[in-house]
């Protein structure tokens, strides 16, 4: 057995974040976070190690901040996973939460589009002489 085979498997930050698209600083982030903890180590002189296994959990980790998960939410989902349980289940209850949220996110755009539509549809470019002294601009203020 070739004594540098182990220690070819292992990929430095650089080439991780070259072979990822990812800046160093955020593969550093994730990794203080423990998000990356089975596929890293760290030398004596404590520089990081990387097994391949790291653009697996990278790109899990892309994928699931793209359907709005927090980086807390990540982690809970990876830790079952490391555990050695399939956290598809936390997963799916992360998703309805999330889906949820931008339901009601969803319904408040709608109360605001509609609001703003009836503010343009009685909008006046001149109004009143009184209207100018007393606001800001009468079409948008309202009594308080």
């Known amino acids: 057995m070739n004594p540098t085979a182990a220690i070819d498997q292992w990929l430095k930050i650089g080439e991780v974040a070259t072979e990822s ?6 593969i550093r982030y994730y990794e203080e976070l423990g998000l990356l903890t089975p596929s890293v180590k760290r030398t004596k002189s404590g520089y990081r190690l990387f097994d391949r296994s790291v653009f697996n ?4 980790i892309k994928r699931s901040q793209s359907l709005g998960l927090t980086l807390n939410d990540i982690r809970k989902i990876l830790s079952v996973r490391d555990a050695g349980e399939l956290p598809c289940g936390v997963a799916k209850e992360m998703l309805l939460h999330k889906l949820e949220l931008i339901q009601q996110q969803i319904k408040a755009l709608e109360i605001l589009q509609s609001e703003l539509r009836g503010i343009l549809l009685g909008w006046q470019d001149m109004p009143s002489r009184e209207k100018i002294a007393q606001t800001i601009c009468p079409n948008i203020q309202s009594e308080i």
């Open 21 to 26: 698209g990812l800046p160093v600083k955020t």
């Open 57 to 60: 959990r990278l790109a899990f």
